[in-house]
């Protein structure tokens, strides 16, 4: 959760300033679920009437209703402006290394201005499997590359005991930058950043995808079913150039570690892909 611009908290925030000492606060933010701050001035320092000046006056519902209404709709129009300009972007760029460029001098995702780095796909440019992950993690946010925390130790095992190497490979994710807290992506944010996934996989012309967790299936495959469902089958992905590639989808690596009697399906479904892919695997 991100600290600025949490107005509704205003006379908590002004009461935790006058009642609270600094730890109390910060623990109260850390049990909140805020990890990350915006600017430099802790919430609960602003000025209380600095703070209620921004509140809507709850008058009456109708009242409060309007704004509402039209702060959502002002969210779907940017959201719908910031998709056209990723696509028309995307539609011009042939090369990878301009698409990097291209998504790190993007302005169209909010996302961008929490994360400490931009999260670009990473390995084989020439690899036949690309593998989509959802969103890169505090520790990905920290060093700049897919699935090198405990999720990405995970999958390198993974990989290595198929007999694929993470270099035979290239490895990126549904959106570039890390949600705060590791929430879960709005569906806002994703098709924002969903053109510059695709362009990724145009550039790269894979013969498979792997689908890590539900929502880079959902988000490629764009359909709504579970991963439970999705995985252990056969899936196509057609790209915006109209080729049908093979996709798998399969557990989340960061599910599996939470879950790991679900790690002899997620192995089955690395079998599966790997056996068409030419290096058969037998064992589990
Ligand atoms: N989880 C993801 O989905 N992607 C990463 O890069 C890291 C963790």
């Known amino acids: 959760m991100i600290l600025e611009k949490l107005y509704f908290c205003g006379s908590l925030g002004a009461m935790m300033n006058s009642e609270m000492s600094v730890r109390e606060i910060l623990e109260w933010y850390d049990a909140a679920g805020v990890d990350v701050t915006v600017g430099s001035v802790p919430f609960a320092l602003v000025e209380k009437d600095a703070v209620l000046t921004k509140m809507p006056l709850r008058e009456s519902n109708k009242e409060v209703a309007k704004p509402q209404r039209q702060a959502t709709t002002e969210l779907a129009q940017a959201t719908q402006e910031a998709c056209k300009n990723a696509k028309d972007l995307c539609q011009e760029i042939d090369r990878l290394d301009k698409l990097r460029e291209a998504v790190e001098n993007f302005e169209g995702c909010s ?7 931009t999260v670009f796909g990473d390995g084989n440019p020439q690899a036949k499997i690309v593998l989509v992950g959802e969103a890169p993690g505090a520790d990905e946010d920290r060093i700049g590359r897919p699935f090198v925390g405990r999720s990405g130790q995970l999958l ?17 994710n549904v959106l570039p930058w890390r949600p705060p807290g590791n929430r879960t992506p709005t569906d806002g944010e994703i098709a924002v950043c969903l053109p510059f996934l695709k362009r990724q996989i145009d550039l790269i012309k894979p013969d498979y995808i792997l689908l890590l967790g539900g929502s880079a299936a959902n988000a490629l495959l764009e359909n709504a079913e579970t991963i439970s469902k999705l995985r252990g089958h056969w899936l ?18 960061a599910y599996l570690l939470r879950n790991t009697g679900q790690k002899a399906k997620a192995w089955a479904d690395m079998l599966r892909l790997v056996k068409d892919y030419g290096l058969e695997k037998t064992d589990a």
Request: include cysteine; glycine fraction near 8%; charge should be positive.
């Open 236 to 253: 196509s992905y057609q790209t915006t150039e109209g080729k049908d590639i093979k996709a798998l989808a399969t557990f989340h690596p």
């Open 156 to 172: 390198d095992k993974m990989l290595k005991a198929a007999g694929l190497g993470r270099d035979s490979c290239y490895i990126t």
């Open 111 to 117: 996302l961008k201005l929490t994360a400490t780095h």
